[in-house]
């Protein structure tokens, strides 16, 4: 069963920094895309950020120009690295993982770490 195991969560005051960290318990080469989505209380979870095998990134509107995503192959990771936060980046951030088999698309979960903007 593949585990995600997140890091890097805490309480930051605004505009400070955070860098979450994923670790993946097989390859990270095995998944096509991974990613981080957040919620925050009483809402959905959305989508912050994916990058592909290949490198390439995707940002939802709010974070970008402040949030960078990132995979490192050797080490099994990929990170989330958060400047210039916001009280509202205030969240339960999740790494997420996709395998798209030959026939059927598989996706993982973490259990998620928290993450507290306030001054």
């Known amino acids: 069963q593949v585990q995600l195991v997140e890091s890097g969560g805490g309480v930051v005051q605004p505009g400070g920094s955070l860098k979450l960290s994923c670790t993946t318990s097989e390859s990270i080469l095995r998944f096509n895309v991974m990613g981080w989505y957040r919620q925050a209380p009483g809402k959905q979870r959305e989508l912050v950020a994916t990058i592909t095998s290949a490198g390439n990134t995707n940002y939802v509107d709010g974070v970008k120009g402040r949030f960078t995503i990132s995979r490192d192959n050797a080490r099994n990771t990929a990170d989330l690295q958060m400047n210039s936060l916001k009280t509202e980046d205030t969240a339960v951030y999740y790494c997420?993982?996709?395998?798209?088999?030959?026939?059927?698309?598989?996706?993982?979960w973490g259990q998620g770490t928290q993450v507290t903007v306030s001054s």
């Open positions: 997420n993982a996709v395998y798209q088999g030959r026939f059927q698309r598989y996706t993982y």
